[in-house]
């Protein structure tokens, strides 16, 4: 059953994906790139939050910013997001450096945090890098876009080839989540891949990502995505 990760940008917003059902409440600051960080102190009074919430609660993820695959810098980031006790936490796999031995620097903070690794569909994913992200012990692998100017997950990689990277990634034992400019007609399609989410920001907001959350239009994706699970 493919659940809905909603990326909020304040602790208001938090509120409002929490109120209209999303499965995950993801941190991040879409002012500042694709996987744009909350500052420490928004953080320091987002976890809390999450915890005074009742049962069930949404997941709860944080990013870590757009940070290059430089081993000491990314495993800093992500402890600086993971010490202020988010349970999840979503780094990005950029271009260039050396994504292998980040993975494995990242090794002893994935025993405490569930670690979510990043692809971007419109910059030359690697999906080879699989079995190395599930051997250091992450708990996920998703596909976003990093540039958002530049349309849509499946403009950048089609139903199959995303079909193939969900399959492989459970195989490993990964959770699975797609994301990218999705928008009320990509939720047919993709649900049909069996993703254990799907991740929204800017179908979320009026006007740009970088606008305000609306109830409006996290109850359309919501009973959207709900619209296409299996009934029982
Ligand atoms: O993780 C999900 C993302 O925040 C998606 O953002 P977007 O819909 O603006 O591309």
Redesign the pocket.
């Known amino acids: 059953m493919t659940g809905f990760?909603a990326?909020v940008a304040t602790l208001n917003e938090m509120e409002v994906a929490r109120a209209g059902g999303a499965d995950i409440v993801?941190l991040?600051d879409?002012a500042h790139g694709a996987l744009g960080a909350w500052d420490v102190a928004a953080l320091q009074k987002a976890v809390p939050l999450w915890w005074s919430w009742p049962d069930p609660k949404p997941r709860l993820s944080a990013t870590v910013g757009d940070r290059p695959m430089e081993p000491e810098a990314l495993l800093a980031a992500v402890e600086r997001v993971a010490s202020k006790g988010a349970p999840m936490v979503?780094l990005g796999i950029f271009p260039g450096g050396d994504p292998v031995a980040c993975f494995s620097a990242l090794r002893s903070v994935a025993e405490e945090t569930d670690l979510v690794a990043v692809f971007f569909a419109d910059a030359a994913p690697d999906f080879d890098l699989l079995p190395e992200i599930a051997a250091a012990g992450f708990a996920g692998a998703?596909v976003?876009?990093a540039d958002?100017s530049s349309g849509?997950l499946r403009r950048h990689l089609g139903d199959a080839e995303l079909g193939a990277f969900v399959r492989r990634a459970r195989a490993l034992g990964l959770m699975t989540?797609l994301?990218?400019?999705?928008k009320l007609e990509d939720i047919a399609p993709l649900t049909a891949l069996r993703p254990d989410y799907l991740?929204?920001?800017?179908?979320l907001c009026a006007g740009a990502?970088t606008g305000r959350m609306t109830e409006a239009a996290v109850a359309r994706i919501r009973s959207a995505v709900n619209a296409r699970r299996p009934s029982v």
């Open positions: 990760l990326s993801d991040k879409p979503k998703m976003d876009t958002k849509g989540g994301a990218g400019s999705l991740g929204f920001r800017g179908a990502r």
